[in-house]
Nanobody
């Protein structure tokens, strides 16, 4: 059974940084792509960043490009999201997601990911 567990969230002032971690257990060798999504209050869940198992490909939403960095340690079965220059609009619940296959592009839709963590709250105060 696959399990994804997020950690590292919390309350931070605007301009500061946080690093989220997503620890995977189970059949993690099947994770071709790991991604982070977020959901702000009253809004739909949106793609934030994704990375392939080979580490050769990453993708970011325009709203976080240049501020967030996704990485992955395959030996530790853990993915990370380094978030810098945080803004109040980055507030939301952050979810780790994974999928088994990679077809040449990192998917942006929730429906393309079979495995999900429970989510972790990130709050950025102004």
């Amino acid at each position: 059974q696959v399990q994804l567990v997020e950690s590292g969230g919390g309350l931070v002032q605007a301009g500061n940084s946080l690093r989220l971690a997503c620890a995977a257990s189970g059949r993690t060798a099947s994770f071709a792509v790991t991604a982070w999504f977020r959901q702000a209050p009253g809004k739909e869940r949106e793609f934030v960043a994704g990375i392939t198992r080979s580490l050769s490909s990453t993708s970011y939403s325009d709203s976080v490009k240049g501020r967030f960095t996704i990485s992955r340690d395959n030996q530790k079965n853990t993915a990370y999201l380094e978030m810098n220059s945080l803004k109040p609009e980055d507030t939301g619940i952050y979810y780790c997601a994974a999928r088994a296959f990679f077809f040449g592009g990192i998917p942006l839709a929730q429906s393309d990911y079979a495995y999900w963590g429970q989510g972790i709250q990130v709050t950025v105060s102004s």
